[in-house]
Each structure stands twice: as C-alpha cells, then as structure tokens.
C-alpha cells in the first residue's frame, strides 16, 4: 500500500494508473468477495474513485456495477470526486460545534465555491467535515493537510487557506 | 429433528432450523411482515415482525430468528404490538401519503399494515427523504419518494435475475435505491422484467401505465381497436377478481374485453402456434445446415434484452423469431386490414401481457414492420384488471366467449407457452412430426414441466437422433446455461429461456402476490386446457395453415422473414 501511496505524490497521470490498477484487480479476478479491498487498493492508487476505475472493478471481480456504486457511496472512505493537493477539514464534533465551527464551514463553502466533500475546480482544495480532531481545547478547530488550526474564527480562515498552493 | 417449543401458549413441533415466522404459520398465529419475501428474502430490515422470546432482553425478528427448543414465543403483547406499530410509524414519517392517486391503492402492504395495526394518528413529522420519480423506461416507473426501503426489488434483481440493476445507494437518511451515479433506469442494464414491480410492497415501482391511452383509443371512432391476449393472462386474471388461483377465465376475459369496446378480440395463441412453425422449422434448418447451435427461444423480451446486455457475443444463437405478440402485431396490421378492409394507420393493436418487457419491446425501432408501430400499447394483466373495474363491469357476471376470426384458432401446444417449458413441449410436438413424417404418439414431455430451474431432456428423433434440449426460466438460471455455452460445454440443439421464475406465469405483469404455488396453480391451468384441446400440435391449427395458404406461403419464407423475425442488438452492460 505504501508503495501506491507514492504514486499519488509523484502526480502520475492517472491515465498511466489503470494498468496498475488491472495488476491489482488480477489478483483478485472474478471475487465480489474481495470488492472492498479492491476498491481500498484503487483508491489510494488514484486518490479516488473515478468511473472507469470503478467500470474496471465491476468487469474484473464480476459485480454489478450498481453494487459497486452502492458501496463507494456507502462508506465514507470512498469518494467518487478526485482530492485537492490540500485537504480541508472543519470538526464538527460537539465542542468545536458549540463554539461555532459552523460559521467557519459556511464561510469556507462560500470561499472555496464547493460543497463538503467537493474538490475545487483547481484541486488545490478539497473540503470535509470531521466529527472531533482531539483539539477540543482549541475549540473551533480545523484540519489542513496535517496541520492542526485552533480558535478559527471565520475571518482568519482566508489567511490560513492561502498558505497552501 | 423435530423440536417442541411453544407459540402464544400453544405447545408445537417443528423441525431444527424453522424461523420463527414459518413456526407460527404452522400453529395458525400470523405475524405481519413487510420487507420478508417467501422463497426469496428475509433480513429483518424492517422490524415489522417482531416477538417477544421469554429470556430474551430484546424483541426477535421473527423472519430471520430460528427456533429453539423449550423456546416460549408471544407475538400478541402490549409490547410487541408497541414496536410494530412503531416500526411502522417511522416509515410512515418518511412517506408521501398519496394514497388516494397511488397506482397502489388498496394493493399496498405498508398501507394494509397500517391499517392491521391500527394506527390513526402520525405522531412523527420531519424531513422526509425524497427522491425522485423515474420515468425514463416505456416499461418500469419508480417513484423513489415512496420506497420504504425493504430492499425486496434488489434481492429479486441480484439473487434471482442475476441483474442487480438497482443497489441501495449512500447510507443513513440519504439511502436510495437507484442504478450507479443515479442514472435512469432505462440507460442501465435493466431487463424491465419487471420482477421488482411484483415484489415491491408499496407504490414506488410499478409498470408503466397506459390505460388512458387505450381507452383513448377505444373512444376514438377513427381507430380499430384490435386486442390480443398471451396465455398466461387468462391464467392469472380470475385472481384480480377473486377467483382462486389457477381458476381460467378465458372467456370471461374475452367478453370483458368487447364489452370495453375493442373491435376485435385476437388471441397471441394464434401467433404461438404460429412461432412454433417458424421456430421449429428455423431449428431443424440449423441442425440439418450446420447452424448455430444451440439455438435459444427468442419469446421472453427481458431474456432478449438480459442476452443484448450482458451476452452480445452470443446474440447469434438466439432465434430470429420476433415474440407472438409481435407477430400477431404485424399481422394485424397487414393481413387482417387487407382481409377486413380497414386502413391499417386507423389499427390500434393492444397486447395484454403477464409482462412489463413486452411494453419496452414494442417500442424498440425494429417492431414497425408493418409499415406503423405493430404493437401499439402493451397492458399488464393487472392493467387489463383495472380497465374492467374502471368501465364498471361484472366480471363474474359475463358470459364466455370466443375468440374472432381469422387469429383466434389455438392448439394445446400455444396455450401452455404460458408455462415454462411449454415453449420447448410445443416445439417438440411439431419439430418430431415434421422431421419424421410420423404421428406422435404421447404429446405430453413431462421432463420439461414444473419448477425445476434447469430442466434438460434428450428426445430421440428419427433421421436426426438425440435431441437435447435444455429450458430454464429466471436469468439467473439463463445465466448459469450462457456461461456453459461459453466454455462450449452445452451440447444442446434447443434451449428454452424465460425471464421469469414460472415462466409467463409468473411474469412480471401480473397480479401479486406470486410464489412458487401460485406459479404451479396457473401453470396447471394451462396444462389442463392444453389436455382437454382438440389440437395439440401447432401445426395441426386450421387457421395457421390457412395463413400460410392465403398470406405467408412457407415457414421462413420471405413474408415470414419480414413480418415474424427481427434481429437484435449488441448493448453496454453497464
């Protein structure tokens, strides 16, 4: 897995990826079984989960493609948009909340244009929601990338979102 | 072996492994379900079939919780009736209530449930899940605001048609049922075989209606209004007007339908017979000139569209013969209308189908052979059904009549098209005589009939030797036969496919519910008619033979070729 985790760093194109992706499906041709863990696998080699990687997985492990939709939109982890080099997450678990990281969410939709779980248009940014980071102290908090941002109030978030290319 | 436990006080034995729900079916105790489907599903989804196990802190879905010996069961307490009605009332929180315009209405088990459990209030209000309604397909209409969410259409699509063209999508209050990235159901891998609209409890799939438009033709006096009906209707139709299941109404239906003003009443058992001879001389042409073999029936709308979409490379092996409806179609509209001397742009033909595909059939752009579209609206029989209460006439009342002339005349081997392989039985009587010149005998092939998924026979026939022949109904089953074709494993000559478990029978266009005994019932039915029939061999009907003297000259002929056969079209199955 690490070693597809460096291909989303090296900014391969993904068409250069669906090779890679038909090795992992060989090893696992024809088990509907094995369909979460195939998907897993494809995720981190694109990053997400785009149409013809998921036409791919339908064909090689012998699942409906409406199945295999089904559960990309069931789990989470899964995401049929591709990710901005910057990752975007508001908490908003009940400390942060309370304090008014609803406020910063609105207003980071409204400057990046998208909606949670969307990617600009650009991929600089992609943005999320997360339900506590540990920062409750900090409370409202967000996440960029790795970078941990307490006390956000809704007028920084400009000033620290233009610190990432 | 058998375990005694007791069920509202009443001590029973069953067998090791019996749910809960089975059990109390035996001792005669009903307990309400909805998302449990006999044969096919049960996944304690919906919390409607709740009991109370004595020792249990929790209250047991009854479907998907297996007895156990010296078990105490009460399925009437003040608590289980507490979290039924709950159950209910949650989904019920998230329903439209258009109840009254429901095609639905009086039909729907949620509503029926509601009813049983008495609720007279809705305590819960709130955001409602929405959805949306897809009228994409000529076939299926989903209205996604009303789906309850059983998951019923999905197992019947993965597990018994081996489809899975609809799957739950996102999760929590967002879950829908919908084809991948939402798409329309008609730009999906969807057969239209319609076993979702028998299965779905509520209103949010059912087929496509097109009563007003029928009935705006009838009412139109520039229009001849032409109907025909396929076999397995009259098998099933009583059932709408309660009579038993496996009760024939043939004539009843036949004087239904003039009372409703068609103009004429032609039966697709005219074209049955007549497909046998197209299709049984197509069979023995390959076998004798090297065809592709094994050649499968082309009958079944959704099995064609079930093989375009996820077998186009084996599109070759399908007979060329359009389905009988279609034909009769054609027919009417060329030989009838010179016969009759009506303009055949004034001819409305209006098929009453057990299936929801024949309605996408009509429409694909090869059926206008006759010059206009051969089959103009296709009702289901459940359709067929509310047209009859819809004009207000008493079914029971009517007397029986016949069919008209010149497509009325039928064999024994026609009517039991309506039965899984009956298509194949059929064949046999004529393709044995033809090939042999010889009189058969015993016209009855019991290793073709009942429920068995697979059935296979090997009939030995003079001058051409064993003939092997497959038949399977349900594309699962269809599935399981393509893939032996494709490691050339199936040494067949014939092969009979219907979409449906049953066959026609149990269609997806017809009256719910079905299981496996009502299936049987009606296929009883028309073994029955077939039994008691002067002609039994298609080629033995006075009017087929009279066709071909007057209109067609020979099977395969060049008439034939362009009115009765069709090619087919290579689709995506995604």
Partial sequence: ?165 | MKISLTIDGRPIEVEEGTSILDAAKMANVHIPTLCYLPEVQAIGACRVCLVEVEGNRTLQAACVSPVAKGQVIYTNTDRVRKARRFSVEMLLSNHPFECLSCAKNLHCDLQSLAYELGIRELRFTGDKSGGRIDESSPAIRRDQNKCILCRRCVTVCQEIQSVTALFTQGRGFDTRVEPAFDRDINDVACTACGQCSIVCPVGAITEREYIDEVFAAIYDPTKFVVIQDAPAVRAALGEEFGYPPGTLVTGKMLAAARKLGFDRVFDTNFAADLTILEEGTELLKRVKEGGVLPMITSCSPGWIKFIEHFYPELLDHLSTCKSPHMMLGALAKTYFAKKAGVDPKDIVVVSVMPCTAKKFECNRPEMYDSGYKDVDYVLTTREFAKMIKQAGIDFEGLPDEMYDDPMGEYTGAATIFGATGGVMEAALRTAYEVATGRVLENVEFAAVRGLEGIKEATVPVEGIGDVRVAVSHGLGNARKLLEKIKCGEADYHFIEVMACPGGCVGGGGQPVPVDNEIRTLRAKALYTEDAHLKYRKSHENPSIKKIYEEFLGAPLGEKSHHLLHTHYTPRNKF
Avoid: W
Avoid at chain 1, 11 to 32: D, F, S
């Fill in chain 1, 1 to 165: 897995m690490s070693e597809e985790k460096q291909c989303q760093c090296a900014e391969i194109q993904e068409e250069e990826l669906y090779p890679r992706l038909e090795e992992v499906i060989n090893q696992h041709r024809g088990k509907g079984e094995d369909l979460i863990m195939v998907l897993h696998k494809a995720q981190n080699l694109f990053g997400y989960l785009p149409r013809r990687a998921q036409e791919m997985v339908a064909e090689g492990l012998n699942v409906s493609l409406n199945e295999v939709y089904g559960v990309i939109t069931f789990y989470n982890f899964f995401s049929t948009v591709p990710q901005g080099r910057n990752s975007v997450k508001i908490c908003l678990g009940t400390a942060c909340y309370v304090r008014g990281s609803q406020e910063v969410l609105d207003k980071a939709q409204k400057e990046l244009g998208i909606k949670v779980g969307g990617t600009t248009e650009d991929r600089r940014y992609s943005l999320d929601v997360v339900r506590c980071i540990g920062a409750c102290g900090l409370a409202p908090a967000m996440l960029v990338n790795e970078d941990v941002y307490g006390r956000v109030k809704s007028p920084h978030l400009v000033d620290i979102l233009k610190k990432y290319e």
